[in-house]
């Protein structure tokens, strides 16, 4: 069956950088159409798409948030990894990655981690 | 603020029928691109219950229907039970910016 789980610190200081691996199975990253996408969500507030990549290694990054994201592919590991730069109080919240096969909703998600920016 | 805006919340009794708006534009709604919905129900991870504007994925009760027209979308739910308690959002693609964008959410109350 199909599964994502999340995995990262818990707690990051201001300016730090960020590092989540999303580790999946039950399929593939080389299926053709198959996307990996990382969204977030504040504590109480709605969810924010932050970054996607596609089978076929294309990215694409919130435009508010481009300058701080990199998303990377390892698919003989099964997983994606997310980094987020110059972290800020203000990115305090639960860290989702999910998968979308052909862009028709993202139909498996992962847990959820939650991520504390704080000195 | 979100692209897709939606009701910050609704509410009905149970047995009746609501509906929840995705509101966007001739970016994204507009432009042709289909509307997905969640269901998010509070310290748990979305679930998708609608895709493509109006599919419900296997095992997601016929109670949930999704529609499209123009630059909305509608979300409905009918004989409403109180396990249906939770966070909606809808979700789409804006050919501006070039990703997926999601409506603000709307809480639903079975009162």
């Known amino acids: 069956q199909v599964t994502l789980t999340e995995s990262g610190p818990a707690l990051v200081k201001p300016t730090q950088t960020l590092t989540l691996t999303c580790r999946f199975s039950g399929f593939s990253l080389r299926t053709s159409g198959m996307r990996m996408i990382w969204i977030r969500q504040p504590p109480g507030k709605a969810l924010e798409w932050l970054a996607r990549?596609?089978?076929?290694?294309?990215?694409f990054y919130s435009t508010s948030l481009e300058t701080r994201l990199t998303i990377s592919k390892d698919t003989s590991k099964n997983q994606v990894v997310l980094t987020m730069t110059n972290m800020h109080p203000a990115d305090t919240g639960t860290y989702y990655c999910?998968?979308?096969?052909?862009?028709?909703?993202?139909?498996?998600w992962g847990q959820g981690i939650l991520v504390t920016v704080s000195s | 603020q979100s692209v897709l805006t939606q009701p910050p919340s609704v509410s009905g009794a149970p047995g009746q029928r609501v509906t929840i708006s995705c509101s966007g534009s001739t970016s994204n709604i507009g432009a042709g691109y289909d509307v997905n919905w969640y269901q998010q129900i509070p310290g748990t991870a979305p679930k998708l219950l609608i895709y493509d504007n109006k599919n419900r994925p296997s095992g997601v009760p016929d109670r949930f229907s999704g529609s499209k027209s123009g630059t909305s979308a509608s979300l409905a739910i009918t004989g409403l039970q109180g396990e249906d308690e939770a966070d909606y959002y809808c979700q789409s693609y804006d050919i501006s910016l070039s990703v997926e964008v999601f409506g603000g959410g709307t809480k639903l109350t079975v009162l």
């Open positions: 990549v596609d089978w076929d290694d294309a990215k």
């Open positions: 999910a998968r979308t096969p052909n862009l028709s909703g993202f139909d498996y």
